[in-house]
């Protein structure tokens, strides 16, 4: 069982910056994928990026990508989604979720077996 809590989210300006934060407990998150994936009003949620156990394989959706960075601290059990140059249409509700143990990232929601409450990203313009 993995559980899982999001921080960092909150009200920035167009051009700026947040870094998201995921916290899971568990003994086995250092064999564990995460992802993030985000929903935003009237929209399905979709894929936003995906990191490997070691942190050394990494994907992201193509709208993001170059402006998002995910990384993890094993230490810490927390993995991390720097996003920078925000735009507005990047405001939704940023989830993170983990797959089972020794399973690749993949960009497929349903590959994820356990899942945050989510934290909200409001992009002004």
């Known amino acids: 069982q993995v559980q899982l809590v999001e921080s960092g989210g909150g009200l920035v300006q167009a051009g700026g910056s947040l870094r998201l934060s995921c916290a899971a407990s568990?003994?086995?998150?250092?064999?564990?994928?995460l992802g993030w994936f985000r929903q935003a009003p009237g929209k399905e949620r979709e894929f936003v990026a995906a990191?490997?156990?070691?942190?050394?394989?990494?994907y992201y959706a193509d709208a993001v990508k170059g402006r998002f960075t995910s990384s993890r601290d094993n230490a810490k059990n927390t993995v991390y989604l720097q996003m920078n140059s925000l735009k507005p249409e990047d405001t939704a509700v940023y989830h993170c979720?983990?797959?089972?143990?020794?399973?690749?990232?993949?960009?497929?929601?349903?590959?994820?077996?356990?899942w945050g409450q989510g934290t909200q990203v409001t992009v002004s313009s």
């Open positions: 990191i490997g156990w070691s942190g050394g394989t990494t």
């Open positions: 568990g003994d086995t998150f250092s064999r564990t994928s």
């Open positions: 979720a983990a797959r089972g143990r020794f399973y690749a990232p993949s960009d497929a929601e349903n590959a994820y077996r356990y």
